[in-house]
């Protein structure tokens, strides 16, 4: 890509244009999002001790983001509304941050 003006910017004509592609290309933008916010969220996660409220705020902060990630959704009748818990559930695998979390400390402790 470059830069003309602080706030323009060229796309490149390697990307393709095919909507076929457009999927594709927007789950690997929501992949890579939700593991720069794993990552993020969960830095030096081997030494945490986590109570049962600690693991609810955390889980609440994961839908919170993975909502502003993945966006709205739009019903039958033309209107919009966020995406509900099983439906980001079912998005992202059950891959859950306080499961991830429990495992990096377990593989911690094993090492």
Known sequence: MKLDAPHSVKKDTDQPQD???LPIINRTIMLQNITMV???????????????????YLRIFEHRIL?????????EDGSWRIRM??????LIGNADIVRFIKSKRIAWLVT
């Open 85 to 90: 818990n099983y439906e980001l559930n079912e």
């Open 38 to 56: 794993s990552i993020l969220l969960t830095y030096g996660c081997e030494a945490w001790t986590l109570t049962n409220q600690d693991e609810q």
């Open 67 to 75: 909502r502003k990630i993945l966006g709205p959704v739009q019903n």
């Open 19 to 21: 909507p076929q592609y």
